[in-house]
């Protein structure tokens, strides 16, 4: 199955700059968005947005997606989704998923990794190895491949640079510049407070490593102290064999 998998979305890139000429959207099989699944969509405009109940998400032009489940759950192979709302709504990258609650989310395929970029929900990122991170409002983290110890690669949980962000929001946003400056500067007002939640995320961390520094060392410790317990176990029964009997 995964093998006819990757040769459908082969297909359907070898194909794409033939359809695009013909129409705005292109999609395997042809406009099979909300109709049937799998369906795998490549957007071939600028602004591109999907609604089903009070689901709405969007994705820059280039970007392809893969519509696993009506509606409900969906993989980013290439390009950038906003997630304005989707509420139970699963969204995959190749190592990783994430399953927003109300609110609003990114989520970017940059060469080899996948950004999660939490605006305004509940974002639990859950890797292949079933490690999760949890990304707090303002702030994004990157999730990498799988390593040669079968783990997922993934960056420190950091905030978010709005102006970075601002010119990828805009190009997608879909009201007028006073109402997305007027959201700007809400935005703004709710993040004032990331690099102090910044300085308790860094600090926890860190928590954790001398805490996992400090395990590491009991271990040895204890190996060391069993080691020499059986060392002076078999020297006291060589002694008893050779003296006593």
Partial sequence: ?????????FMLAFQMEVRVRASD???APENCLGREVPCAYKVSTEKWSFGSGNIKIH???GSVLTEIEKAREWKLVGGS??????PSVKVRSTTSEVEGSSGQYWMMIEKDRTIYRNISAKLIVTLKDQNKIEVPKGFEVWVGGVNSES???HGMVEPIDIKAHLKLWYSLYPGKQPQFLSEVQDLKDQWADRIEQSGEIYKKVIERKLAAVEDEKRQIEEKKRKQESERLRIREEFRKKVFEN
Avoid: H, R, T
């Fill in 1 to 9: 199955m995964k093998s006819f998998f990757n040769v459908f979305i």
């Fill in 25 to 27: 959207s292109v999609s």
């Fill in 59 to 61: 994705a820059v032009k």
């Fill in 81 to 86: 989704l906003w997630v304005e709302n989707a």
């Fill in 151 to 153: 783990q997922v690669e």
